[in-house]
């Protein structure tokens, strides 16, 4: 039997074309091998978003040829100059396939590494190779973009969007609910945007006409995932207008279950919007809405609406131009804004993107001065609101187990997550004498501490 070894690097959209290329070798009769010598060829999955992430892709190839020889490269860094980037650092690689090819992956393959015989489908379950834990997985329910962010070279690699087929997405959420996923994340590169491509044309979902939009999306995974008893997140949500009908769609499914907390099923009162930067005069370099006092006032509107809902957001500190007073005007936005959850990274030049010829950038050191004073801000918020949780009682969806110590009592600790946190960017949820808790299962605690960005509870004994 033919072994590949696989090397998955970037995002969740990455994740799920990893997924895709290793259902497809499963299904031919290939295997995943546990390292590079018991591989016949290695495929590594590159991601080509900044620096760091092109470093890091490089180097696993790197890794990847020294160690076996045969490599085949895919992924985002797969698109830069058509191939020829990752061919001028490693000529010996078999071939370089773009994102979102498994097909060129697969002749690829085919090529040096024939299957042994004709695809047989009962190889692999309905779902496909999933590589997240068994009890949650990502949906990526589009492909590329049709902004033009100056920072971003997105489009540049993935193309422009392309929605799947509402009857194709619903269909594979179904195959996932009935695998025992329990938590459904909900990605692309940009999901409020999903259907406008397709003009929101009418396709079909559990045997009824729908309209192929993010709206409509969202109520029929919410009906379905409250059917499977499981969750639906949201992640990349660009703040169109629109956005304010999710929110009343959470709020509805909120408020049909009755009580925040008891267990909620359906689509999660959490919403990933990714803002960059609140300086109007920034926001317009990187060409974002470039409003932000309007989206403080959106912000109200949505806690008014519904006021257990989550905020996440990403944040670009350094961006060329970037003056001390548009850093005060970004901590001052966060200050009134209380996020419930942030992240933030220093400005990196990528090649291709616009920003790259703008004037004024912001020296290295100055930056990482800046990312810490951004952070320490937004570590005091999410103490104070985390704090404020102390005694109440959630439920949690527990990730795995892990030896540990809350006070002065070791114990084996159940590492879990509420409704308001994603799994590997938010924070989590530590259960004292979590043992008697089963991973990728529900379990009712209630909350004893808070650190900076994690809970500290305990379980909470079963009513008689």
């Known amino acids: 039997t033919p072994l590949v070894g696989f090397v998955s690097l970037g995002c969740p959209k990455a994740l799920v074309d990893s997924e895709t290329i290793l259902s497809r070798l499963k299904s031919e009769g290939y295997r995943t091998a ?8 290695v495929i590594v999955n590159t991601c080509g978003f900044i620096d760091d992430a092109i470093a890091e892709s490089l180097d696993a190839i790197a890794e990847a040829i020294a160690e076996n020889g045969k490599v085949i490269v895919t992924g ?7 191939g020829d980037f990752i061919r001028k650092h490693h000529p010996n690689v078999l071939a370089v396939t773009p994102p979102h090819a498994d097909d060129a992956v697969m002749k690829a393959v085919h090529r040096h590494l024939p299957p042994p015989h004709q695809p047989d489908a009962s190889l692999i379950p309905d779902t496909g190779i999933k590589l997240t834990p068994r009890h949650y997985a990502y949906l990526k329910i589009s492909e590329g973009c049709n902004h033009h962010c100056t920072f971003c070279v997105i489009p540049a ?20 609910f009935l695998s025992g996923v329990k938590e459904l994340i909900v990605v692309s590169q940009d999901t409020a945007a999903y259907g406008s491509d397709l003009r929101y044309k009418t396709g079909f979902a559990g045997g ?18 409250k059917q499977y008893g499981a969750w639906v997140r949201l992640h990349y949500i660009y703040p169109y207008p629109a956005v304010d009908e999710l929110v009343e769609i959470m709020a509805e499914s909120l408020a049909r279950h009755g009580d925040t907390d008891t267990r909620h099923t359906g689509v999660l009162p959490y919403l990933d919007v990714p803002l960059q930067h609140a300086s109007p005069k920034i926001l317009r370099a990187m060409k974002r809405p470039a409003a932000p006092e309007k989206m403080l006032d ?3 509107a949505w806690r008014r609406t519904l006021p257990s809902i989550t905020l996440r957001s990403t944040f670009i500190v350094g961006f060329p131009g970037e003056t001390e007073a548009d850093f005060d005007t970004l901590t001052d936005f966060l200050r009134q804004a209380r996020l419930d959850r942030v992240g933030a990274f220093p400005y990196s030049p990528v090649e291709g993107a616009k920003a790259n010829t703008l004037e004024h950038p912001v020296d290295e050191e100055l930056k990482g001065a800046r990312l810490a004073r951004f ?10 609101k985390l704090s404020e949780m102390i005694g109440r009682k959630m439920t949690v969806l527990v990730d795995a187990h892990a ?8 114990s084996v600790l159940a590492i879990a997550r509420g409704m308001g946190d994603a799994p590997e960017i938010d924070g989590v949820v530590h259960v004292a004498d979590g043992h008697t808790l089963a991973v990728g299962e529900f379990a009712q605690v209630q909350i004893t501490d808070a650190t900076d960005h994690d809970l500290i509870a305990k379980v909470m004994a079963p009513p008689r």
């Open 157 to 176: 690699l993935r193309g422009a969007l392309r929605s799947t087929p509402i009857a194709e997405v619903f269909l594979q959420a179904e195959k996932l």
């Open 34 to 41: 546990a390292n590079y010598t018991d591989a016949d060829l």
């Open 375 to 384: 952070m320490e801000t937004q570590s005091l918020i999410s103490a104070r």
């Open 298 to 300: 959106r912000i109200s």
């Open 403 to 410: 030896h540990g110590k809350i006070g002065r009592k070791k």
């Open 208 to 225: 009824r006409p729908i309209k192929t939009r993010i709206s409509s999306l969202v109520e029929e995974l919410d009906r379905l995932a």
């Open 76 to 82: 985002c860094l797969g698109a830069r100059e058509k």
